[in-house]
């Protein structure tokens, strides 16, 4: 994930706009991580440089 679509990515949940904690990152790409939302407390997962935007409720 790039970090630049912190700018257009928000909370399925409030629509919130979502913080980055990055974990891991190759070159300017975020490998592992976590986006959170400070409106609504809900985290996101970033796995494979890829972000699990689904409400929590609807995770496996």
């Given at each position: 994930m790039r970090p630049d679509l912190l700018?257009?990515?928000?909370?399925?949940?409030c629509r919130?706009?979502?913080q980055l904690r990055s974990g891991r990152t190759e070159g300017?790409?975020?490998v592992e991580g976590t986006l959170t939302c400070p409106?609504?407390?809900v985290e996101y997962p970033i796995s494979d440089g890829i972000p699990d935007l689904l409400p929590p409720d609807e995770r496996d």
């Amino acid at each position: 994930m790039r970090p630049d679509l912190l700018e257009i990515l928000r909370c399925p949940v409030c629509r919130g706009e979502l913080q980055l904690r990055s974990g891991r990152t190759e070159g300017d790409e975020i490998v592992e991580g976590t986006l959170t939302c400070p409106a609504c407390r809900v985290e996101y997962p970033i796995s494979d440089g890829i972000p699990d935007l689904l409400p929590p409720d609807e995770r496996d």
